[in-house]
């Protein structure tokens, strides 16, 4: 996985926390995806609960339509790559019928995202 880290202003961050600029293809390989998402999940009993259901699933991480357009990767501040699910975003496609999915993939992505909204 590659990532570029930049502050806002562009210049060398001061913070602890630094701008990333996304890389939308994050990884080809399921593990390296689940890994990701664990390491931001970390420590918040909801989103861990929320990132097992959907890793457990396998189905959604294995979707090229859903990490492009539903995840994000970003680093820590030692550079630790972490992946976002955008739940709300993913639920509002599953609604609008831009994310086509069999009935047990809807019920599984909708029950992870109320799940990770606590």
């Given amino acids: 996985m590659e990532l570029h880290r930049h502050s806002q202003s562009g210049q060398r961050p001061t913070a602890n926390y630094t701008q990333v600029v996304i ?26 609960a929320a990132v ?9 991480l294995s979707r090229g339509d859903f990490v492009r357009g539903f995840t994000e990767l970003v680093n820590d501040m030692i550079g630790t790559p972490m992946a976002v699910v ?18 047990s993939e809807n019920q599984v992505l909708r029950l992870a995202a109320s799940i990770a909204e606590g």
Avoid: F, N, Q
């Fill in 23 to 48: 890389t939308r293809a994050l990884t080809t390989r399921l593990e390296d995806l689940a890994a990701a998402l664990r390491k931001h999940a970390e420590g918040g009993l909801y989103a861990e």
């Fill in 52 to 60: 097992e259901l959907l890793i457990e699933h396998r189905s959604w």
């Fill in 86 to 103: 955008d739940w709300h975003g993913a639920v509002e496609a599953l609604e609008a019928g831009r994310l086509a999915c069999s009935s």
